[in-house]
């Protein structure tokens, strides 16, 4: 028996819609590949009920509230997530909440992962808490939900009931989802389900259903023309065109019409005889007894030449996943080509536009080496070379000791500097008092010397110190990556935006390993996925600058570290570390790739940053 405010529709008239009167919280989840819902935020959620009320067709580009999920388009006809540059496709749903529930009042709940940061529960799960602390219950048992924790509301703590293992929770507010009046509109309401040969009630199939015999019999009316044209005059029979596209390098296409013996003046839709397949799940429009929607070759269909020209004024269909790596399900379409084509509409149907992520193919014999570069690979080595172990040197190193204090905060501490350092008491280190105060030699900030120590100490301790207020770098700082090796050449194809210049391709690969001392998890397995990672810059003077530096910021370990992934969630991963680099190819539908007039600015400032700035290049 479902508890109430745990997302399940309240069944009307068997449809499952609320009552016209009946307000709901609305929360937009994806399926992750454990097969948990997880909800996107309300942020997000907002700005998907925004392009529904607009478009309950169309498709939603997340990139536009949060930037950490540049690369995922939402498609409102399938109910499917899409990341671009990967293909990967997983199920959406729309799931509804009482107002009083923590979605309605922007309530969160969140534990503490490996990392120290915080990951938020599973809606279900944060409304159950959310009752529970509500009611003020001292605990909560999640076995019920399938999972083996105990949430302690006295210490804000998860403990796992298994292994024991204690992890922090906290409760914070957030913006509340959104708050919809009546029926769930129904183009958002397809629960896809599986092949089962029986009658479905989904509203998808109820408004097939509804149309199908009334576009069967328009058919069948000129069906009967059309043979009966053909037979009376065979002089009047034209010719209908297929064409199909080939899938070739940066959406060039090479076309091969096939020609079909067909009386236009008779039958004035360019659909071939279309029929709507009945089988739920297989919604697909049917073109001389081919699924040729669901073949990656069949691109157009129109009336015309053999160069396949779509006429003028033809209004474009999108069909979008339609080679994703998930189920596809372009029902809405077949079925408005089966309605327009009634309609003696002519009908287009289009493929939404891939990202290009990788060149046409590349004998080894025409990648040359970068001008001006020695070599075309490097390797991470296991441990960079550390100066200045002792923390107390380091600090040394790069400060002066204050002898009239002002009285300021220590923005470490958020102690005044005329006071003890926050950390007397809790650390110790011969010859630095807690009251000692020393000013950095280049930016001049001031900071009590114990709070610079524990602030190394909580780093790479790699005898650099970055300054907490303006981010100055003293010393060669270096970072975590793990062992690895990075390629580069130049490949004979150009960028767009770059039509004068080759391309330099560089191909990072890491595998995955065990977590040392310098990582969150020593002793840990570590994951690296989508290695090898191909990246790309124009051929030009500023490009091979970048490289330049890219190669400086891989010896000294900055452009990957490990930890957790923002857009997958998973942990002890390898990531990239805050340099961004540009992975696809001919295009930039995600936007990873180009034209992108202010990338090479931008990567540039982004090494300085890590302390990899144009002053380090040698000439």
Not at 276 to 288: D, E, F, K, R, Y
Not at 484 to 508: A, N, Q
């Amino acid at each position: 028996m479902a508890r109430p405010g745990s997302g399940m529709l309240v069944p009307v008239n068997g449809l499952g819609y609320p009552p016209q009167n009946l307000a709901r919280v609305v929360v937009w989840e994806w399926m992750n590949e454990h097969g948990r819902w997880r909800p996107y935020s309300a942020a997000v959620c907002h700005h998907i009920e925004n392009v529904l009320k607009g478009d309950a067709r169309g498709s939603v580009v997340l990139g536009q509230v949060d930037g950490q999920l540049s690369p995922y388009i939402i498609d409102l006809q399938s109910m499917h997530q899409f990341r671009q540059d990967t293909g990967t496709m997983r199920p959406v749903q729309r799931n509804f909440y009482e107002p009083s529930s923590a979605p309605g009042k922007g309530v969160v709940w969140e534990w503490e992962n490996d990392n120290g940061s915080w990951t938020p529960y599973d809606m279900e799960i944060c409304v159950t808490i959310q009752n529970a602390y509500e009611k003020q219950h001292p605990w909560l048992d999640l076995t019920s939900l399938g999972f083996c924790y105990l949430i302690d509301f006295n210490s804000m703590s998860q403990t796992n009931r298994q292994s024991q293992r204690k992890r922090r929770l906290r409760r914070r507010m957030d913006l509340a989802y959104p708050l919809i009046m009546g029926s769930i509109p129904k183009s958002q309401s397809w629960p896809v389900g599986a092949s089962s040969g029986q009658p479905c009630s989904c509203q998808q199939c109820i408004l097939v259903n509804s149309t199908r015999a009334a576009s069967n019999a328009i058919l069948a009316s000129q069906r009967r023309k059309l043979y009966g044209g053909t037979a009376g005059n065979p002089g009047a029979a034209g010719t209908l065109t297929v064409v199909r596209q080939s899938n070739t390098f940066a959406g060039t296409s090479l076309w091969s019409p096939t020609s079909l013996p067909l009386s236009t003046a008779n039958f004035p839709c360019s659909p071939v005889m279309p029929s709507l397949s009945s089988a739920h799940g297989h919604h697909a429009l049917t073109i001389n007894g081919q699924n040729n929607l669901n073949r990656p070759g069949t691109q157009r269909i129109s009336m015309g030449t053999a160069r396949g020209a779509i006429p003028p004024g033809v209004p474009a269909l999108p069909v979008k996943n339609l080679t994703g790596s998930g189920p596809v399900h372009p029902a809405l379409a077949g079925m408005t080509g089966i309605l327009m084509c009634a309609a003696g509409l002519p009908v287009c149907l289009t493929r939404a536009p891939k990202p290009i992520l990788h060149p046409p193919p590349i004998n080894k014999s025409d990648m040359k080496p970068v001008p001006g570069i020695n070599g075309m690979r490097r390797k991470t080595k296991k441990k960079h070379l550390r100066r200045g172990k002792n923390p107390e040197d380091v600090v040394r190193r790069y400060t002066e000791k204050i002898k009239v204090v002002p009285d300021e905060d220590c923005t470490i501490c958020m102690e005044r500097l005329v006071m003890s350092s926050g950390y007397e008491g809790v650390l110790q280190h011969k010859g630095i008092k807690p009251e000692l105060v020393g000013k950095l030699g280049k930016c001049g900030h001031m900071y009590h010397l114990l709070c610079l120590v524990a602030m190394y100490n909580n780093g790479n301790k790699d005898g650099s110190l970055q300054c907490p207020t303006c981010k100055t770098i003293y010393g060669e700082k270096t970072g975590t990556q793990p062992p690895g090796k990075m390629e580069y050449h130049v490949i004979p194809h150009c960028l767009p935006g770059y039509p004068d210049s080759k391309t330099i391709r560089i191909v990072y690969d890491i595998p995955a390993g065990i977590q040392t001392n310098e990582h969150p998890n020593p002793g840990k397995k570590f994951s690296a996925r989508g290695f090898p990672r191909h990246c790309y810059l124009p051929d030009n003077e500023k490009g091979r600058k970048v490289l330049k530096l890219l190669i400086m910021a891989w010896d000294r370990r900055l452009i990957f570290t490990i930890g957790t992934s923002s857009t997958t969630g998973e942990s002890d991963t390898v990531v990239w570390n805050e340099i961004h680099h540009k992975t696809e190819f001919g295009s930039n539908l995600t936007g990873h790739g180009y034209p992108d007039p202010n990338y090479l600015d931008n990567v540039l400032t982004e090494l300085s940053a890590q302390g990899v700035g144009e002053d380090n290049l040698k000439d």
